[in-house]
């Protein structure tokens, strides 16, 4: 990848650090089950060093540290210094002393090999700048022996939360096509794509399982709308140049289309996302 492009990528999400900071209650409670997955999956116990890379406002490191009790260490990696801000303050606020926060990209983690029980990436890896030297670090940085876990999306037709937005602004505003290995949610989506990666990276006994739970929070169509146009840079970059009249249109249509995932007012999407796992060889 372009060192433009990587550049650009850095710029999006330093740009997107402030809404999820002001989400970052949302974010966590409609992702709450796959960090529990992640945190299964991981092998994740009480008393282990994890590293999370890309963690951004605090999640799930901050869910893992109290997973690991007062005996275990969390390491919060983002290239972002707005995401680490808000994922200290998020942590002091909780009273929790055994996280500490590293701004790095994945390809060049500053730390001693052979250093971490776990290394993990919830929704991260879709959008390191080189996914193969991203997880080749993550593992050189891991005790041998030791878990690495990464969450990705499945794909975007199995998931309404994503396709009922693209699919209402795609009708006002053309969106251009994706290259398949460019930084994207739905970037590892391909069944066993990851995987593949994972194994040439230099892990042993490569899992991928799929992972199905609901993206529940107790917020309104209104407010998922708010939260949707806000937390993505895509979709503001989408809504930028038009007219108020338009973005109303645009709004009420998302709104209109996803009402049914509302019941009682509050949201509750079906989600599927692959989590693959790896062991760093003895």
Known sequence: MSQVLVNDTLQEWQATATYWTKHHNTIRTMFAPLTRALIKQAHIVQGQSVLDVAGG??????TIAQAVGPLGFVMCTDPIAEM?????????????????????TADTLPFASDLFDVA???????????????????????????????????????????????????????SSPIEPDAPDAFRFAEEGKLAAILKVAGAIDVNECVVKFDIAA?????????????????????????????????????????????????????????????????
């Open 57 to 62: 406002a605090g999640e799930p490191s901050l």
């Open 84 to 104: 680490l801000a808000s994922a200290e303050h998020e942590a002091l606020s909780r009273g929790l002393e055994n996280v500490r926060f590293w701004q790095c």
């Open 120 to 174: 993990v990436s919830r929704l991260g890896v879709m959008f390191f700048p080189d996914p193969l030297a991203g997880l080749r670090e993550m593992l050189r940085v891991t005790k041998q022996g030791g878990r690495i876990a990464l969450v990705v999306w499945d794909r975007s037709d199995l998931n309404p939360y994503s396709y009922l937005v693209t699919q209402v602004v795609s009708r006002h505003v053309p």
């Open 218 to 282: 107790p917020i309104s169509p209104e407010e998922f709308w708010d939260f949707r146009s806000e937390i993505s840079e895509v979709l503001r970059e989408k809504l930028r140049n038009l007219s108020g009249d338009e973005k109303e249109r645009i709004a009420n249509e998302v709104q209109h289309a996803v009402r049914e995932f509302f019941p009682g007012g509050h949201r509750r999407f079906p989600a599927q996302m692959i989590i693959v796992s790896g062991t760093k060889r003895s």
